[in-house]
């Protein structure tokens, strides 16, 4: 597998332990999170739970997207020939530098120096708000949770609701501070109300949204029969930007793709009760090329690769791939509720970026090798997910990729298995071990002792001895 860095990459971030451990100290995070999760996924299991069907459906979801893996090539080929055909122009896109550019490309074609933009992960991904800015060029969010993350110089911290972290007062706070910077100000005597505070992203956006001639956006899915991209929101703000600039950017990765729209039909239905536990998206979008006097007059579509034709070749950890965005993992994942997005040091938080990221990125650096084991393994994100993703499973995949890498670490787990096989082997010695273990018992330490041992014991004491081994308690009682 090759491995990668890519700007998605937070610059700085500590490998997940350290950042976690931080995180976990934050008591204001921890009440954030645990308020918007537990809202999220009780609606979620609601929502679920009127669906007769919803076990036929998620089983659906999962055989469409292994069909569409499997022939991936096939449906992207017929894909690029039915936008083509509608109208639209695609460009393939290796990595995110490549991606990069030709989106500056087409936007400084336009001769304009700012976008509006949909909410987008793929565009995250790339860092492209990062590197338009670098040309010049004026990136402005319209999602109301990435405005918020993003007047506040922010980043992410959930796939749903990027501002998850932030409560009322906080938002109120950044728009009266920040948003002036941006545009129109908000009201000085703004108060900490969700209506107030959507009213004034609202006015704030509206003179962009009237203003702009370039639409950036992604996309939930594309359907390769017609050429036809579809974006679910629930603001209204991706259906301004896909329908009033003149230009509209699509950067979308290549697993996006299905079949058809019978295949589509599926996803509808799981997609959105699995992420805002909603019966329906109140916007689905849906564009096939251009059309004269209705919408932009030209569309671009950038296909991008960035690491995810190495995670198709891997057999295990391409169903990561299936991944439609939900978020439902996050929401039910212990650890991420405790730690947050921000430890995770991507784009992609929770279970779905711990078995994500480090295959797009590698496991070379400290940080994507730490995030296949922040996890429990509890295997709740496998239970909640629409697509049947046995993330666990790639979990332990991986820790066996980056255990087989070495490291000081890795090779003292490997000399105390060693051992503890032929230990086991041996029941004689064994035997010896456990009695001599009972009768030390009283000298024992509660922590492991050396860095690398006292991870295992850093939060939990050491369990302690009984009085006397099983085995010779078996032998005095039972023979």
């Known amino acids: 597998m090759t491995e990668r860095r890519t700007p998605g990459t937070f610059v700085g971030m500590p490998a997940f332990p350290d950042a976690a451990r931080v995180a976990v100290g934050n008591a204001t995070l921890r009440a954030n999170l645990r308020h918007a999760t537990h809202t999220i996924r009780d609606k979620r299991a609601r929502a679920v739970a009127e669906l ?83 040309e010049g060029i004026a990136a402005y969010e319209t999602d109301l949770a990435e405005l918020i993350v993003q007047l506040g110089d922010d980043r992410p911290s959930h796939i749903l609701v990027p501002a998850i972290h932030r409560n009322r007062g906080e938002i109120r706070d950044i728009f009266r501070d920040r948003m002036g910077r941006w545009g129109r100000p908000a009201p000085q005597e703004l108060g900490d109300d969700p209506a107030e505070l959507a009213e004034a992203a609202r006015l704030h956006l509206r003179e962009k949204f009237l203003r702009a001639k370039v639409g950036v956006s992604g996309a939930n899915f594309m359907v390769a029969e017609t050429g036809t991209l579809v974006v679910v929101e629930s603001e209204g703000n991706g259906r301004m930007c ?34 805002t536990a909603e019966r329906m998206n109140p916007y689905t979008s849906t ?53 947050g997005g921000h430890a995770y ?12 990221t480090p295959q797009l990125r590698g496991t070379t650096s400290e940080i994507d090798a730490s995030l296949p084991y922040a996890s429990t393994l509890c295997g709740a994100c496998y239970e909640v997910c629409p697509v049947a993703i046995d993330i666990p499973e790639v ?59 006292r991870q295992w014991s850093a939060h939990r004491n050491l369990p302690e001895l009984p009085a006397e081994p099983f085995r010779d308690w078996w032998k005095r009682n039972r023979t």
């Open 287 to 339: 564009w096939t090329g251009t059309t004269d006097a209705d919408g932009p007059s030209a569309f671009h579509l950038v296909l991008l690769d960035n690491g995810r034709t190495d995670v198709l070749a891997d057999e295990v950890g391409r169903q990561a791939l299936r991944c439609i965005r939900c978020s439902a993992c996050l929401n039910v994942c212990p650890v991420y509720e405790r730690a």
């Open 242 to 275: 896909l329908t009033l600039p003149e230009t509209l950017i699509s950067v979308v990765g290549i697993e996006k793709v299905v079949p058809t729209w019978r295949d589509l039909e599926v996803f509808l239905q799981t997609l959105p009760r699995s992420s």
């Open 345 to 356: 040091g991507s784009v992609y938080p929770g279970p779905i970026g711990a078995i994500l």
């Open 52 to 134: 007769d069907d919803w076990t036929e459906l998620r089983a659906a979801g999962k055989v469409i997207k292994d069909r569409t893996l499997r022939h991936l090539d096939a449906y992207l080929v017929q894909l690029e020939a039915s936008v083509t055909a509608a109208g639209g122009t695609v460009h393939w896109a290796t990595d995110a530098a490549e991606a990069n550019r030709i989106v500056t490309g087409l936007v400084r074609a336009t001769g304009e120096t700012e976008v509006v933009k949909v909410k987008s992960m793929a565009t995250q991904e790339i860092g492209l708000n990062e590197h338009l800015e670098a």
């Open 395 to 453: 979990l332990v995949h991986l820790r066996t990729r980056v255990a087989g890498r070495g490291g000081k670490g890795h090779r003292l787990e490997r000399a105390a298995i060693r051992v503890s096989s032929w230990v086991l082997d041996h029941p004689a010695v064994l035997a010896t071990g456990e009695r001599l273990a009972s009768a030390t018992r009283a000298l024992h330490p509660e922590r492991l002792p050396g860095p690398g041992a």
